[in-house]
């Protein structure tokens, strides 16, 4: 397998754009590398240069064969937020073009880019926005004292409650701890969600590539000897992100999931982090929404763009009747039936 190289070593990343790339996880190498060599996507990175030779712009777009979901192009598979990077409009129009102009090429059916906001894109005649989903992000502070004032009265006790009731947090040492959080990830996704789980290689894949260089973190809440909930966090230049969460749904009225999240915040702030990434939510989806806001998170649009016309998973709202009869359907699914199955057609759903 090809191993990807973020930029072509003989063209620096201009200055503009550095920090902006190295904040965005799904950029790095390492990442581009698990979801090509994991499910067989090709990746193919689109750059523009400006006179001096420098990379003015960079946008990974992934190309997806299935027998099932059919043929199509997504910047970036399982990636919530893969911003367009350009120093100037020339360079964003450019890489658009040079979007459109590969799907026609590879005659995908449609094209999906999860860019969020960009006016490049908002102008673009050919392409159709939905703006199902919005971001949620939380600025920290060097002394997460400060983000405890923050927070509302009914997080704070939720939080206290846990730590009264016995429930403490620790940090994954180990490779096959991984397992201990994917035990919680499958029931959440089967039971609450109704939707496949990625493969338990994926979660190792994630260990592999990122725990070395501290990218990655994985907490576990326990209780008792028990692990009853899971947070796996990733780290980019001067942002961290909740990328997974699960819990065990008996052990819920301990309230782990406050009691990790505010371990989380703790970890971002002391180790010098800027802001928390939240991520993705549905706007139709209050109850998640009032939970973020709770602890201080802003709302921001993360409309995705389409062409020739709105189309995926991605684009499908969870109060369509086709979202809820696919999830009603995979919760009836045994567990040891779906688990497996989730991880084979996973690769489909990107």
């Known amino acids: 397998m090809k ?14 754009l550095e920090q902006q790339a190295r904040d965005v996880i799904y950029y790095q190498p390492a990442w581009l590398n698990l979801i090509s060599q994991m499910y067989g996507y090709s990746v193919n990175t689109l750059t523009t240069t400006n006179a001096k030779g420098e990379i003015s712009g960079f946008l990974p777009v992934c190309t997806l064969h299935s027998p099932i ?28 073009d040079q979007a459109l102009l590969l799907a026609s090429e590879q005659r995908a059916s449609y094209l999906e880019l999860r860019t969020g906001n960009h006016p490049v894109l908002t102008e673009h005649r050919g392409l159709t926005e939905s703006s199902l989903y919005a971001r949620w992000l939380l600025p920290l502070q060097p ?67 990122f725990a070395a260089s501290g990218m990655l973190q994985v907490l576990l809440a326990e209780h008792e000897g028990k692990v009853i909930a899971g947070l796996i966090l990733l780290a980019s230049g001067s942002m961290i992100r909740d990328a997974y969460s699960a819990s065990d749904a008996s052990s819920l009225s301990m309230a782990p999931n406050n009691l990790l999240m505010w371990q989380a915040i703790i970890w971002g702030c002391t180790h010098g982090y800027k802001a928390l990434d939240m991520g993705r939510t549905a706007c139709n ?30 684009s499908t709202s969870e109060q369509s009747w086709k979202f809820r009869l696919l999830t009603t359907c995979w919760r009836q699914l045994p567990l040891q039936v779906a688990g497996p199955l989730g991880g084979s057609l996973y690769k489909h759903l990107g």
């Open 285 to 314: 989806n209050e109850g998640l929404m009032s939970f973020k806001r709770r602890w201080g998170a802003t709302k921001e649009p993360l409309p995705y763009y389409y062409y020739p016309q709105v189309d995926g998973l991605a």
């Open 3 to 16: 191993i990807i190289q973020l930029l072509p070593a003989s063209a620096p990343l201009s200055a503009s």
């Open 143 to 209: 002394d997460p004292d400060v983000l405890w004032a923050g927070l509302s009265k009914s997080v704070k006790q939720m939080i206290k409650k846990s730590q009264k009731m016995g429930v403490t947090v620790r940090r994954v040492e180990k490779r096959e701890e991984v397992a201990q959080y994917y035990r919680l990830h499958l029931q959440t996704r089967h039971k609450k969600h109704g939707m496949p789980t990625q493969p338990q290689r994926f979660f190792f894949g994630l260990w592999d590539a």
């Open 69 to 96: 979901t059919g043929k199509r192009m997504v910047a970036l598979p399982f990636s919530d937020h893969c911003p367009l990077l350009a120093e100037e409009r020339a360079s964003a129009q450019n890489l658009v």
